[in-house]
């Protein structure tokens, strides 16, 4: 009875509240019901037209499958991620994800390796993996009437492997040249100090490959526990894609990868990045390649911002219509640094990096500036819509060509299947036409404008570069008054003077002058003293400029033999660059005016008949003298440099 009269007078109270002059609590009332219907609206749900070419699956044991057909293709592609790669190792694990990638190639309970690979090859199978840091992925692309065989190959790498202990160590030879060739490809110095700078202390702090040291210390058995530990079937996505019977895949799937038993999984937990709560400058000096970059937190797998953000990266570095390509281009040629940027996203981070590689002249410093002036320019301007719906299209044409081209598609959609989710393949471009200019906007502004970020810079070594020409040691040749070649290599950035001087036909000179063994004598008594300073002052000159100084080699040590030789006598002084005056007059006052008495040569000549002696049996010094008679006969160089007891 009363309900009219009271809902009159709720209306005119609303009524009588709006038409009155607003005050500041009315405002704030409003605001707050806006905010509110926002905030409600955010958490309505928004569905997505479930897209009928593709199907989501689980097997009863943990695989989770994405089947993809395409009717009109006549080949089939079998995609496996494991999900363990480099991200759960440590520095004694370093790099086994890789080295088991490798080793399932090597044969199983039902073939060896030469089988397995005979088995693809007569199948027209192109059987590969690739190792990361979060997967390990595995396919296997045939002709659409094998997809039995290629399932069953598969799945015997993957649940029945062996790991011959027998080629073990031909596969850590494999990756060990892997290794050589990925630093010789390019400058790793950069890349190298960049991941460290990013990822010190987290999970992604190792390189997948991993390093010469580790994978030359891994142990065939340590990686086998690895491989039953990590790969079981509820740690695995499978996709099939192309052209095949869903009912028969399905049935295949279930035969081959859903008829293993499941496993408890290790309880590792990743270590994820310290987040970039402020800016941070890192200098470096190494290699030869002056390069920098910054590095933005960005949007992972899951968060809101990542359809839009996917598209900013796309607007920023465009050929010749991107924000920061427009931007680089409006400097000086010779002042302009080449852009490349990726995004790496990762559970709980992500990095976004812009990589510069700066020529002589680049300022650095100002690279941060230029980003900054650019996206703020832009955003002011208003993105262009325009520009939006190409990057849109062009990743629509790009995804179905991966699509397509079987070969690609494990690698193109194996990050979003780990990361992200089946949904996260099958939905990204409806979410990437969903994303509007604003959206995009507010991907920059959240992430990039005004953000802080890591900043590195890389100066190549001194000897490294562009420069390296003209820092390369110089080799010049001359001849000195009365005969002595000076053969000098000069090294501007040398901290070291080394002169070896030698004196030819040692063998000749001895027997002219003596005996065989005359000139090691003479060798043996240099440092006794010259004229004016005995030994004890001879060596305090030579500690005075820090000399060392070598005039036979060591009899201690085996290995030291490359100088006693018929064919020259040698002296090798060695001291610091700033004392090479002093260290050349004391050499020459050596050579020209060594002072040792009868009695120093008496003393020098007992400790060589005592060596000899010790020697005369010995089975390598009886070799060594019936090969040099065999080679030298009657020849000067017959007789040992060091002379005979005799």
Known sequence: MWRFPV??????????????????????????????????????????????????????????????????????????????????????????????????FNGTEKYTQEELYAAADRVGAYNNA????????????????????????????LFHSLLPPEKFGKEQGIVLGELAMSRDRGDPFFD?????????????????????????????????????????????????????????????????????????????ALEPADPIERTESISRRGGGRRAAALVFEAPGYGDPDLAAFDLATSLLTAEGTGILTRALEDLPEDDRPQLSAWWQTAPGHARYVLQFDLTPTTDAGALYHLVQTALTGALEMGLSEDDLDAVVARERTQTLKQREQ?????????????LGGPDAVTGRLDRLAATTVEDV?????????????????????????????????????????GGPVLVTE????????????????RAALDQRFGQPGALNLVHRLLTTGVAGCDEACLARRLGAIGAEIKLVDDPRFPMDDYYTNGRFSFIRLECPAEHAGAALELLAELVQFSSFTEEDLASERRAQLSLLG?????????????????????????????????
């Open 7 to 104: 809902l009159f007078i709720l209306a005119l109270l609303l009524c009588l509240t709006l038409a009155a002059p607003a005050s500041g609590q009315a405002v704030r009332q409003v605001e707050a019901i806006r905010t509110a219907a926002a905030a409600a609206a955010e958490l309505e749900p928004e569905f997505l037209d479930p897209p009928a070419e593709a199907e989501v699956l689980r097997l009863e044991n943990g695989v989770e499958v994405l089947l993809l057909p395409n009717p009109s293709q006549p080949m089939v592609g079998v995609y496996t991620q494991v999900e363990v790669g480099s991200a759960w190792e440590d520095f004694a694990t370093s790099g086994m994800s890789h080295m088991l990638e490798h080793l399932l």
């Open 130 to 157: 690739h190792t990361t840091d979060f997967y390990t992925g595995f396919m296997m692309v045939l002709p659409s009437e094998h997809l039995e065989t290629g399932m069953e190959l598969q799945s015997q790498m």
């Open 192 to 268: 190298e100090t960049l991941r460290d700078v990013m990822y010190g202390g987290s999970s992604l702090a190792l390189p997948t490959l991993g390093t010469a040291a580790t994978i030359a210390a891994l142990d065939r058995d340590a990686v086998y526990e690895f491989y039953k530990a990590w790969y079981v079937p509820n740690n695995m996505l499978v996709t099939v894609a192309g052209g095949f019977d869903r009912d028969q895949a399905v049935a295949w799937l279930e035969q081959y990868y859903g008829s293993v038993p499941p496993r408890s999984l290790p309880k590792l």
């Open 406 to 418: 079987l070969r690609m598609t494990g690698i193109y959609i194996a990050e979003q299947m780990v």
């Open 441 to 481: 906007a507010a991907a920059l502004r959240t992430w990039l404008v005004e953000e802080p970020c890591l900043a590195l810079l890389v100066e190549p070594s001194a000897t490294a570069g562009e420069d390296a020409e003209a820092t390369e040691p110089e080799v010049a040749r001359s001849e000195l008054p």
């Open 490 to 505: 000069t090294d501007p950035y040398g901290k070291l003077l080394a002169v070896h001087l030698t004196v030819r036909d």
């Open 614 to 646: 010790r020697r005369a049996g010995s089975a390598s010094a009886i070799s060594r003298q019936l090969l040099r008679d065999g080679l030298y006969g009657d020849h000067p160089l017959a007789a040992p440099a060091e002379g005979t007891v005799a």
